[in-house]
């Protein structure tokens, strides 16, 4: 208990009052029903009010279309689980012995998950601004690392299809594969008569992103 306790209040800034919120977060479904899932639930909202704030006050003279890129790379599945990973999350996720054995605390699901879910218990645990403190702390180099808008690599390769007058472009699921807890989806996508792309990810989602991404590798 008291390792758990130091390495939340490195981690957050927060020292927690009520722990057992923190061992919540940190627990996945595979140990039962008093799992992170009704907490991820609840950062999940957490992280998108705090972020579309931040946005807002920080690129005043940006328009809603830019601000909702940037916003969208920020609240991915993508940077949660890479937030998690830097702050070491991975050994502290209590799983089944099945859901360990697959790796589950490895993936971005997971991983990203639990982060939301411990957002949620400083939420509840030290307040609003107890959370978006660490918010804005974890996510400062995303933000200030973006430059320009970015465009997310579908919607990219949407608009470069349209500006050169080529078929829109089509995902299809080729494989799933893995298990319950940690699969893994291979996506193509293809634009008739011009070229195609394949790629895996741990959700569809990621996977369409992924294949996105090649694809526009291959033909700017």
């Not at 279309?65 to 940077?79: A, H």
């Not at 609003?128 to 320009?148: H, M, N």
């Not at 949407?158 to 995902?171: D, M, S």
Request: hydrophobic share 40%; charged share 30%; net charge negative.
């Amino acid at each position: 208990m008291s390792e758990l306790r130091g390495f939340l209040r490195q981690t957050l800034g927060h020292d927690p009052k009520d722990l057992s919120l923190f061992e919540r977060a940190l627990t996945h479904s595979s140990l039962g029903k008093d799992s992170y899932e009704r907490l991820e639930f609840l950062g999940d909202r957490v992280v998108g009010l705090v972020i579309a704030r931040w946005l807002y006050e920080r690129f005043e003279k940006e328009p809603e279309g830019k601000l909702s890129r940037r916003y969208n790379v920020l609240v991915s599945r993508e940077t949660c689980a890479e937030i998690g990973r830097e702050l070491g999350l991975g050994e502290w996720i209590k799983l089944g012995k099945q859901a360990r054995e697959d790796g589950a605390n490895r993936s971005d699901n997971v991983v990203g998950d639990v982060v939301e879910a411990l957002i949620g218990a400083l939420l509840l645990d030290g307040g609003l601004d107890t959370a978006d403190a660490f918010i804005r702390r974890t996510w400062a180099p995303y933000v200030e690392s973006q430059g320009k808008a970015p465009k997310h690599p579908k919607s990219a390769l949407q608009e470069l299809a349209a500006a050169r007058n080529w078929t829109a472009p089509e995902y299809e699921v080729a494989r799933t594969s893995g298990t319950h807890h940690a699969p893994r989806f291979t996506v193509q996508v293809a634009i008739r008569n011009i070229g195609e792309a394949t790629a895996e990810g741990a959700s569809k989602q990621e996977a369409e992103t992924a294949a996105a991404t090649a694809l526009l590798e291959q033909l700017q």
